[in-house]
């Protein structure tokens, strides 16, 4: 149904570049955060029949969106047509993100998640995230 056939997980180990590294955090606290983000993508009707990979990459995607800030948040959704998402896909995924992903992590804890993700960083030399 969904159009990314990425077959990686959330647990992997860190590669090499910042941009190739998965953004699934190992410390608890940001595990548990980032649980907390993802779980609609198995819950919410619309998208839980999308198979097990899509979820996932769509999870770490719209994660790193969100961390990023409202700009790529917005232009993180729009590029999800380069993905292999259709239109309606697209639009379907902005509105379960909106309405369902976002709300959970408040602003609080996001400052909270670039906090703890800069202080991983700078603990790991510029390691995994």
């Not at 999870?59 to 047509?81: F, K, N, S």
Request: net charge neutral.
């Amino acid at each position: 149904m969904f159009g990314h056939d990425s077959t990686d997980r959330p647990d992997e180990q860190p590669m090499n570049s910042a941009a190739d590294r998965p953004a699934v955090p190992a410390d608890l606290e940001l595990r548990q955060l980032y649980e907390r983000f993802r779980e609609p993508l198995d819950d919410g009707l619309a998208l839980s029949a999308a198979p097990e990979a899509v979820r996932d990459w769509l999870g770490r995607y719209l994660w790193r969106a969100m961390i990023a800030g409202r700009p790529v948040e917005g232009a993180a959704l729009d590029a999800l047509a380069k993905e292999g998402f259709r239109c309606d896909q697209v639009e379907l995924v902005r509105k379960f993100y909106r309405e369902r992903m976002r709300p959970r992590i408040s602003e609080d804890e996001l400052r909270q998640i670039r906090r703890l993700l800069a202080a991983q960083t700078r603990g790991n030399g510029g390691g995994a995230v």
